[in-house]
Antibody, heavy 119, light 110 residues
């Protein structure tokens, strides 16, 4: 069965950096784009980024462009979110999710999330 | 302020049918497909509807989706207490070149 497990969250000071990881299993990893979505405490969902199956193509939301980098290591079935210049407003639960179909925007499996607190 | 507009809340009694709307524009829902997610308290979101009106395997047929113009609608029939959750719509936005979500609708089963 498909499983996504995030890690790397924690407490960081404003201006600091953090790297989130997400290990995938149960599917052919390279067949799927992967995405990161976050949810601030008590707020809604916010899409952050995409990375293609090969890792060569990425898309970012304007709110994180230039500060966050989404990458993947297909040999390790893992995706990463390198977060730099962190701000208080980046405090959120960060979810990695699988994109279901190439060219679509459905997030068909989600991890349990990892909490990032910037304070 | 979310790009897609949803009512903040919805409610119904067990067995009732409820609908949740999602209003967008020509750059998102008007030209792309709508997705719906269910988020039960304290859990990660779950894909409920994809491609406007398709259900992933495992999603009960009580849940249905539709799209008309620049709006999408999620309908839940035969409401059950376990349907109490937050519901989010999403779509690709051609202008922003990214995925946009609605602000979410909290469904209460009375």
């Amino acid at each position: 069965q498909v499983q996504l497990v995030e890690s790397g969250g924690g407490l960081v000071k404003p201006g600091g950096s953090l790297r989130l990881s997400c290990i995938a299993s149960g599917f052919t990893f390279t067949d799927h784009y992967m995405t990161w979505v976050r949810q601030a405490p008590g707020k809604g969902l916010e899409w952050l980024s995409y990375v293609s199956g090969s890792g060569s193509v990425t898309y970012y939301a304007d709110s994180v462009k230039g500060r966050f980098t989404h990458s993947r290591d297909n040999a390790k079935n893992s995706v990463y979110l390198q977060m730099n210049s962190l701000r208080v407003e980046d405090t959120a639960v960060y979810y990695c999710a699988r994109v279901g179909v190439a060219g679509a925007n459905e997030f068909d499996f989600w991890g349990q999330g990892t909490m990032v607190t910037v304070s | 302020q979310s790009v897609l507009t949803q009512p903040p809340s919805a409610s119904g009694t067990p067995g009732q049918r409820v609908t949740i709307s999602c209003s967008g524009s020509s750059s998102n829902i008007g030209s792309n497909t709508v997705y719906w997610y269910q988020q039960l308290p304290g859990t990660a979101p779950r894909l409920l509807i994809y491609a406007n009106d398709r259900r992933p395997s495992g999603v009960p047929d009580r849940f249905s989706g539709s799209k008309s113009g620049t709006s999408g609608t999620l309908a839940i029939s035969g409401l059950q207490s376990e349907d109490e959750a937050d519901y989010y719509c999403s779509a690709w936005d051609d202008t922003l070149n990214g995925v946009v979500f609605g602000g979410g609708s909290k469904l209460t089963v009375l």
